[in-house]
């Protein structure tokens, strides 16, 4: 189970946080992404984070937004500065086991709302 929380309403330039709880069966072991979904559009990867701590970012984030994860405490975050008004979606955390041709997400929390105002 994935519980994501932090979303709200920020102005542009400003900042969020958002927070996944994993339960250990889900987190450990396994890689942790956030994905997101703007009004309209389809979801997209916007960083993932292995069990090694290797971190990737989808090219509109980077340099803005840092994905991190606690294996102690069976969580990921988010933070996401600089945040721009075309950031607003709801985003979600998710799990994803390593394949052999990359990763299969197998497990989503339930979405949080983040809005960014110009």
């Known amino acids: 189970q994935l519980q994501a929380s932090g979303g709200g309403l920020v102005q542009a330039g400003g900042s969020l946080r958002l927070s996944c709880a994993a339960s250990g069966s889900i987190f450990s072991g396994n890689a942790m992404g956030w994905y997101r979904q703007a009004p309209g559009k389809q979801r997209e990867l916007v960083a993932r984070?292995?069990?090694?701590?290797?971190?990737n970012y989808a090219e509109f984030v980077k340099g803005r937004f840092i994905i991190s994860r606690d294996n102690a405490k069976n969580t990921v975050d988010l933070q996401m500065n600089s945040l721009k008004p075309e950031d607003t979606g709801v985003y979600y955390c998710?799990?994803?086991?390593?394949?052999?041709?990359?990763?299969?997400?197998?497990?989503w929390g339930q979405g949080t709302l983040v809005t960014v105002s110009s």
């Open positions: 984070i292995t069990s090694g701590g290797t971190a």
């Open positions: 998710n799990a994803a086991r390593v394949i052999m041709k990359g990763y299969e997400n197998f497990s």
